[in-house]
């Protein structure tokens, strides 16, 4: 199956601060990737949808100042959580999709932690 | 718009005896359907999916899932469940595949040896 990576795994970070994850599409062209955010024990909540080499279309409640989300080629994007407060703390996992086939691919998640 | 509804928190079920994990949704169109398994920490492991085709659907690790459109449902299931199948399962279902996908809220399954 498509692989989806994600780096960093983890991070942990001080309030103010901003942090960069990275979603990366190994063996397939992304043409669309979402992001999406899970607190604890809560199910996945998508924040954004991005094409690329377009802006992200993000969901009714999510700050697109705060959550800035590139995806400037088929095989990256990335999202950057601006000024980071401890209640940005969560776990986030990317998604691509291919336009042959209407099936997403999930990346193992990053887990951000805001001091 | 799209909703997926998992009616049970937890599910508790004796190692070797059947699972169920229930799932209903809600779209416009025709559903296309998902089922992942998480574990602690880590990111949605795929299980299997229903697009078109034979109603009962074959997946990873032995489980199976039965789409019923009249009743707008789409349980998973395990014959014989073993300890290692604890984990937190989410349903999914997104309306031709077109827009993203819309995950329910878990369901937590704890196997008892």
């Known amino acids: 199956g498509a692989v989806v990576s994600q780096h960093p795994s983890w991070v942990i970070c001080k309030s103010g601060t901003s942090v960069k994850i990275e979603c990366r599409s190994l063996?397939?062209?992304?043409?669309?990737m979402f992001w999406y955010r899970q607190f604890p024990k809560q199910s996945l909540m998508l924040m954004a949808t991005?094409?690329?080499?377009?802006?992200?279309?993000?969901e009714q409640g999510v700050e697109k100042d705060k959550f800035l989300i590139n995806h400037a080629s088929l095989t990256l994007s990335t999202l950057t959580v601006t000024s980071a407060h401890p209640e940005d703390s969560s776990f986030y996992i990317c998604?691509?999709?291919?336009?042959?086939?209407?099936?997403?691919?999930f990346g193992p998640g990053t887990r951000l932690t805001v001091l | 718009a799209q909703s997926v509804a998992q009616p049970e928190d937890q599910v508790n079920v004796a190692e070797g005896n059947p699972l169920t994990v229930k799932c209903t949704y809600s779209?416009?169109?025709?559903?296309?359907l998902f089922w992942y398994v998480q574990y602690p920490n880590r990111g949605l492991q795929f299980l299997l999916k229903?697009?078109?085709?034979?109603?009962l659907v074959k997946g990873s690790y032995g489980f199976e899932a039965e789409f019923n459109k009249s009743q707008t449902s789409f349980h998973l299931k395990k014959p014989s469940a073993l300890v290692s199948d604890s984990a937190l399962y989410f349903c999914?279902?997104?309306?031709?595949?077109?827009?993203?996908?819309?995950f329910g809220k878990g369901t937590r399954l704890s196997v008892i040896a």
């Open positions: 063996d397939f062209q992304a043409t669309t």
């Open positions: 991005s094409n690329e080499g377009s802006k992200a279309t993000y």
């Open positions: 999914a279902v997104t309306d031709t595949g077109n827009t993203p996908l819309v």
């Open positions: 779209v416009s169109g025709n559903p296309y």
């Open positions: 998604s691509g999709r291919t336009g042959l086939i209407n099936e997403q691919f």
């Open positions: 229903y697009i078109t085709g034979d109603n």
